[in-house]
């Protein structure tokens, strides 16, 4: 597109990236999101400010709006009844976004996009039905982390003086950013003081958490090693938000038991974090001999996957059947199997897989001859969910005919995985008179700390004898991923790299694109195929980003958001 006479920079730029979006410049269809989020700290430290600034324009037909870091609409606030209706016809309100993607050039998406005030006026805006309006936004940037977490927009009729809203945006920008900047203090600050408080009334370890910060007394330094504490401070996290006190148990991963006693701490009326006071109780089953978690074929030494671990065991060696849930790709199986063969390694284990059974009667019939007729001390069934109403109705006549049976004829152990999200909700009303344990397998984002032996140990499975390793800065990329297919998409994904790379240290340019983003949202299928694009643009142009936006069509500034929205990680 060429520059054209008589617009700015800025806002050509802007026209070319919708142009490249290909957005709708005559009806604006903006995405709407029902559950935004209203209570944040951008919102709550705003909210005074914008209500006194809508007060003083009281006078004039000026609307005060509030966007996130997407440009999703927060907070608006107008008295003109007129204004008001013209924004609601353009979806210009609370829970939905005016991202440029979806909207074109205005003054809340292309603020974002350029990271500078702007004031986009009548024409300048690329979809026609907001051209009879005056937009002027503002970034806000959090004071502290310094990212930017939204946008403060003033929009009115056209022909309204732009440079006075643009002039007023920036001034209340800058106030929200004072504001938040008091609030962050003031929670800190009431935290810090409850914890010294809490310091001076005992011997014991203390802790101070919320979502900034982590504060630990020399007590617990002392009393727990750096695998304990790490593990402390995961359990913290995960109560931290409550506005109640809670005691909750953490099972440590030097096997000891501690007792976290959380109390609130609030700033005025704002939660301001929790302080823990930490007690040890005792040694967990695991190293009291109920239990060895060393179960050979899986791996990981967190907090919640030996507790999984010990679980797991401690039914197998007191009888009881055992349902495991959890994510698809968690190691269910394996590790129902790795249990099996810890406990029974001479015996023979049956393991079936539920999922795509058709013809439910010859299958269970199957099953239970193969018990029968062989020495099964225990049977895994995978996908026990999928099974649908026949399938499980089958299924529980051989649990019947097994409980019943004399030992000989029937497995010692049964072991069944679901899914957390299970194809047939009843599935666990099914199967409750047979089994007595259930034990929820947790999802790799809440172990990551354990895949500094899964990647070692995967790698080793597909290297086929050949030496490879992942470098720090690699091992590192990897664990700031969130892992919605678990164990078993890292597992495809370390054997793509070692049918790329035959030995020797793997580096992030090495990992597929789906793995150079620190993203931690789902990406569509539409921006995955982008966010691949760019990726091997960027290794083909060795990382320069000028060179990869000309070959993929874009511009630069384009290509610089993306690779900020796709969290893409260089490869230098």
């Known amino acids: 597109m060429p520059e054209l006479p008589g617009v700015r920079d ?73 204004l008001d209706s013209g924004l609601d016809r353009i979806s210009l309100a609370p829970g939905y976004s005016y991202a440029e993607e979806s909207i074109g050039t205005n003054g809340i998406g292309t603020t974002l996009e350029c990271q500078q005030p702007v004031l986009v006026s009548g024409f300048e805006h690329f979809n026609s039905r907001l051209a ?13 982390r310094g990212q930017l977490v939204g946008v403060l927009d003033l929009t009115s009729w056209a022909g309204t003086p732009g440079p006075l809203l643009l002039t007023l945006a920036r001034r209340t920008a800058k106030q929200i950013e004072e504001a938040m900047l008091a609030g962050t203090g003031a929670r800190e600050l009431a935290l810090f003081r409850e914890y010294l408080v809490s310091c001076r009334r005992g011997s014991g370890a203390i802790l101070a958490v919320n979502e900034d910060v982590v504060m630990v007394n020399n007590h617990a330094r002392e009393l727990y090693d750096a695998a304990d504490r790490a593990a402390l401070i995961t359990h913290s996290a995960d109560v ?40 040890s109780q005792a040694a967990s089953r695991r190293t009291a001999g109920h239990a060895d978690p060393r179960l ?22 007191s009888g009881n059947w055992l349902v495991l849930i959890g994510e698809r790709g968690t190691g269910k199986a394996a590790l129902a199997q790795a249990v099996a063969r810890h406990h029974a390694p001479g015996g023979h284990l049956i393991v079936r897989d539920c999922e795509g059974v058709d013809d439910f009667e010859a299958w269970a019939a199957a099953l239970a001859d193969e018990v029968i007729g062989g020495n099964s001390p225990a049977v895994v069934l995978q996908h026990a969910d999928t099974l649908g109403t026949e399938g499980m109705r089958r299924l529980t006549d051989v649990f019947t005919t097994w409980q019943a049976a ?21 599935a ?55 892992w919605p297919g678990n164990v078993r998409q890292l597992g495809r994904v370390l054997a793509e790299v070692s049918r790329h790379h035959r030995s020797g240290t793997i580096e992030v340019t090495d990992l597929p694109a789906e793995c150079r983003t620190v993203t931690r949202r789902q990406l569509t299928q539409l921006e995955s195929i982008e966010r691949d694009a760019i990726v091997r643009s960027l290794a083909a142009n060795h990382g320069n980003k ?17 690779i900020r929205s796709f969290g893409i990680v260089p490869g230098h």
């Open 406 to 426: 004399a030992p000989a004829e029937a497995p010692q152990w049964v072991a069944v995985t679901l899914s957390d999200a299970p194809h047939d909700p009843d």
């Open 240 to 279: 931290a938000g409550s506005s109640t006190p809670v005691t909750v148990l953490a099972d440590l991963p030097s096997g000891v038991v501690a007792r976290l006693e959380y109390r609130p701490v609030y700033s005025g009326s704002v939660l301001a974090g929790g302080v823990f006071r930490v007690k």
């Open 132 to 144: 009879d309006f005056e937009c002027a936004g503002a970034p806000i940037y959090h004071p502290v």
């Open 546 to 562: 000028e060179r990869a936006a000309a070959d993929l069509g874009m511009s630069r500034a384009t290509i610089y958001r993306k």
């Open 296 to 317: 050979t074929g899986v791996v990981g030494g967190s907090p919640a996957w030996r507790q999984a671990c010990s679980a797991a065991q401690t039914s197998f060696t």
């Open 428 to 482: 666990a009303g099914w199967l409750m008179p047979f089994f007595a344990h259930t034990v929820e397998v947790p999802p790799l984002r809440h172990r990551t700390e354990d895949l500094r032996r899964l990647v070692p140990h995967l790698l080793a499975r597909h290297a086929k004898g050949r030496h490879l390793m992942p470098s720090d800065a690699c091992l590192r990329q990897l664990m700031r991923l969130p």
């Open 10 to 82: 800025i806002i050509s730029a802007s026209w070319r990236r919708a142009l490249e979006h290909q957005v709708d410049a005559e009806e604006p269809d903006p995405v709407f999101v029902a559950d935004r989020d209203e209570e944040s700290m951008l919102v709550r430290s705003a909210t005074p400010i914008l209500d006194n600034l809508c007060t003083e324009l009281a006078a004039h037909p000026v609307a005060v709006l509030l966007t996130d870091a997407d440009g999703l609409v927060v907070h608006r606030s107008s008295v003109d009844r007129s």
